[in-house]
């Protein structure tokens, strides 16, 4: 399809993926989503880490608000959950994104069929993609 296209209307750009990082514990300052975790766009992992990540933020603010934590301890608390998630979801993105455009017929439609059939099967989806 792509040799057979108007040159002028095909780009290629290159994925990228966020190398794990320490925490820093700042007090003041955090990240979420891409920010901090970016990851090749495969299945939409990005997206539901970065709401996975809203949510703990929130919850951390949340308790910040309601007085039960201090700032600095809720988004230490915070960071220490998403981190571990974030950059384990950047592995899993980048394993599946070589599957998706590995060389190799048959390997790629055995990882799409998976995939596939992971969609179709809650539990096996939930087996599978589970943080």
């Known amino acids: 399809m792509i040799t057979e296209s108007d040159p002028a209307t095909v780009s290629r750009f290159e994925f990228t993926a966020a190398l794990p990082v320490k925490p820093w514990h700042d007090g003041r300052v955090t990240l979420l989503g891409d920010a901090i975790h970016q990851m090749p766009p495969v299945g ?14 929130c919850q951390a603010l949340t308790d910040v608000h309601g007085g039960r934590r201090p700032l600095a301890d ?6 220490d959950q998403m981190l571990p998630r974030g950059f384990a979801a950047v592995r899993a993105s980048r394993r599946y994104l070589t599957l998706a455009i590995s060389g190799n017929p048959a390997l790629r439609r055995t990882a799409r069929g998976f995939f596939r059939l992971c969609g179709a099967l809650p539990p096996l989806r939930q087996a599978v993609f589970a943080d």
Do not use: H, T, V
């Open 74 to 79: 809720a988004l230490a608390g915070y960071e």
């Open 44 to 57: 939409g992992i990005g997206g539901n880490i970065a709401l996975c990540d809203a949510r703990d933020l």
